[in-house]
């Protein structure tokens, strides 16, 4: 759709306006919202997610990370000071690269740093070697039968009883 009111461009930009119970619409190229001082209203994003990882971080971690120990992932090139502008890494490595200081983070977001498991402990079933063959074996039914909500709950207790009898620290939070 070209533009309203230079009829040349392509419209970018919708503006939509109620008066009197009736919605006007307007398509403008940005050259012309420009020219009428319309700002766009993501315009200022960057800024306040900025300001919003500040907020998370705490001056405390800043005012450490200000000194010009600036630590880079050495996979990707990453800084702590990119993340901050952007909230988005750039690799993997990032992760254990800036570990010490997505601890404070997620604690302050989160209230930990930890994560548990997908049920609380006291949710969780004990189940025996024999106990666990007679459920897949339910859950093999419930799926032929199409009774899919009994699956999905036997699915949880076979899952919950491998993770249990694993329970191996692999590095992977679960």
């Not at 405390?60 to 901050?84: H, I, N, P, Y």
């Not at 988005?88 to 548990?116: A, K, P």
């Amino acid at each position: 759709m070209l533009c309203q009111l230079c009829q040349v461009e392509q419209a970018t930009i919708k503006v939509a306006h109620v008066v009197n119970d009736k919605r006007i619409e307007v398509h403008i190229c940005g050259a012309c919202a420009e020219q009428k001082g319309l700002e766009s209203p993501m315009a200022g994003l960057p800024q306040m997610f900025e300001n919003f990882i500040m907020e998370l971080i705490g001056k405390d971690l800043f005012s450490r990370l200000d000194d010009g120990s600036q630590k880079e992932c050495k996979a990707c090139g990453m800084t702590w000071e990119s993340f901050q502008k952007t909230g988005l890494f750039g690799c993997d490595i990032c992760y254990q690269t800036f570990d010490s200081e997505l601890d404070v983070v997620l604690r302050r977001i989160h209230g930990s740093n930890q994560h548990i498991g997908s049920r609380p402990k006291s949710q969780r079933h004990v189940i025996s070697e024999s106990e666990l063959q007679k459920i897949k074996t339910e859950l093999r039914k419930a799926v032929e039968s199409e009774n899919f909500e009994r699956a999905a709950e036997l699915r949880d207790m076979v899952r919950d009883a491998q993770y249990d009898s694993a329970n191996e620290n692999d590095g992977i939070l679960r």
